[in-house]
């Protein structure tokens, strides 16, 4: 089991900026992709952004690309993501994750999440 602490939300007004770190602890050897999420309220959790903890893969959703970045720090077992020009649609709690498998995986095929941290936009 892979135990994920997020930490970095907070409220910034549209075109500010935040960074995300998540933690990771436990059986991470077994971590080999780790992504964001995000839920608004009254929507359906969705993709942010992974990363292959090896190296060699990112991936982003359509509505971030250009504005998140997603990194590892693999000695501190830690992502983050970089959010720019951040936008009222981007509010939503945020959420880490980690997949035993590797690459372009389904939200399904995370094996553990974090708690969520809050991420409100004002406009």
């Known amino acids: 089991q892979v135990h994920l602490v997020e930490s970095g939300g907070g409220l910034v007004q549209a075109g500010g900026s935040l960074r995300l770190s998540c933690a990771a602890s436990g059986r991470t050897f077994s971590t080999y992709t780790m992504g964001w999420f995000r839920q608004a309220p009254g929507k359906e959790r969705e993709f942010v952004a992974a990363v292959a903890v090896s190296g060699g893969f990112t991936d982003y959703a359509d509505s971030v690309k250009g504005r998140f970045t997603i990194s590892r720090d693999n000695a501190k077992n830690t992502i983050y993501l970089q959010m720019i020009s951040l936008k009222p649609e981007d509010t939503a709690v945020y959420y880490c994750?980690?997949?035993?498998?590797?690459?372009?995986?389904?939200?399904?095929?995370?094996?553990?999440w974090g708690q969520g941290t809050q991420v409100t936009v004002s406009s």
């Open positions: 994750a980690v997949s035993r498998r590797y690459g372009k995986i389904r939200q399904d095929e995370y094996d553990s």
